[in-house]
């Protein structure tokens, strides 16, 4: 079983709409969790990060932890042309700094 | 204008050689890593360094070594044990702790003639 599983894609949305990535982990102790947006030939570059379960708003992107279930999920709001990417979901292991990171979900948005 | 630099963008090793890429940062940052992608992958850790003069192999160290003589500076060399080298390579720093962000470089994409 891998560490951290997302489902690969490609995820297309009509530009306005609501994306919803998911992403599960193996690691119960995991208190960290990230989500980083690619894009075609570029590093990855942070959106945001969780740490308390519920949900974190950062303008158009929301993420939400559950830890009892071990899932991570963003949703990205009134989706962008600019928003089509690869979201690659990082989890920092219990025990120590390294993070996993997942296969990454492809994102298109159509205009 | 603090942030990470990675150089070259682009490298090409022979059959056989060795090569090193440079990570250089101004973020004060303690930890430094490297990681390799391949295309459709995720990313894998090959080694990181928490403080100066201290590094830890990662997923997949064979074939790569490393060295953090100053606390900016992360290079990696690529040796000729690493028979698929192919790929694109990420240095990412973070300042120490239980809950700190990574921060990645523009990356190296590396490619065998």
Not at chain 1, 63 to 75: E, G, H, M, R, T
Not at chain 2, 32 to 61: C, E, H, T
Request: hydrophobic share 30%.
């Amino acid at each position: 079983q891998k560490e951290v599983e997302q489902n690969s894609g490609p995820l297309s949305v009509p530009e306005g709409a609501i994306a919803s990535l998911n992403c599960t982990y193996s690691d119960r102790g995991s208190q960290s969790f990230f989500w980083y947006r690619q894009y075609s030939g570029k590093s990855p570059e942070l959106i945001m990060f969780i740490y308390s379960n519920g949900d974190k708003e950062d303008g158009r992107f929301t993420a939400q932890l559950n830890k009892a279930s071990q899932y991570v999920s963003l949703l990205i709001r009134d989706s962008q042309p600019s928003d089509s990417a690869t979201y690659l979901c990082a989890v920092r292991s219990s025990n120590d700094y390294k993070l996993s990171f997942g296969a990454g979900t492809t994102v298109t948005v159509r205009a | 204008d603090g942030g990470i630099t990675q150089s070259p963008k682009y490298l090409f090793r022979k059959e056989g050689q060795n090569v090193t890429l440079s990570c250089e940062q101004n973020l004060n940052h303690d930890a430094m890593y490297w990681y390799r992608q391949d295309p459709g992958q995720g990313l894998r850790l090959i080694y990181y360094s928490q403080i100066v003069n201290d590094f830890q192999k990662g997923d997949i160290a064979e074939g790569y070594s490393v060295s953090r003589e100053k606390k900016e500076s992360f290079p990696l060399t690529v040796t000729s044990a690493q028979k698929n080298p192919t790929a694109f390579y990420l240095c990412a720093s973070s300042i120490r702790g239980a809950l700190e962000t990574q921060y990645f470089g523009p990356g190296t994409r590396l490619l065998v003639l």
